[in-house]
């Protein structure tokens, strides 16, 4: 899972997602869009969405689960 920092115009639209699940609440969960191999473009998120992707990954087996890549809706 290797974050890459890309112009969002020059990344297609996101068909993956990154999912954090909470280990303490079943339905709580971050997602952020990513390509298939995990990596989520830093620009393309908005201010608040960058802090709790980058909370999310520091809080990794305490609060949320090791992330799963999912194919988007």
């Given at each position: 899972?290797?974050t890459?920092?890309?112009?969002?115009s020059?990344?297609?639209?996101?068909?993956?997602e990154?999912?954090?699940?909470?280990?303490?609440?079943?339905?709580?969960?971050?997602i952020?869009?990513?390509?298939?191999?995990?990596?989520?473009?830093?620009?393309?998120?908005?201010?608040?969405?960058r802090?709790?992707y980058?909370?999310?990954?520091a809080?990794?087996?305490?609060?949320?689960?090791?992330?799963?890549?999912?194919?988007?809706?």
């Amino acid at each position: 899972m290797d974050t890459t920092t890309a112009s969002a115009s020059k990344r297609p639209p996101s068909k993956f997602e990154l999912r954090f699940q909470s280990l303490f609440h079943s339905g709580k969960a971050l997602i952020f869009p990513c390509d298939e191999h995990g990596s989520v473009f830093l620009d393309m998120l908005s201010e608040r969405a960058r802090e709790n992707y980058l909370f999310a990954r520091a809080v990794i087996g305490h609060e949320y689960a090791t992330p799963v890549v999912l194919a988007s809706d």
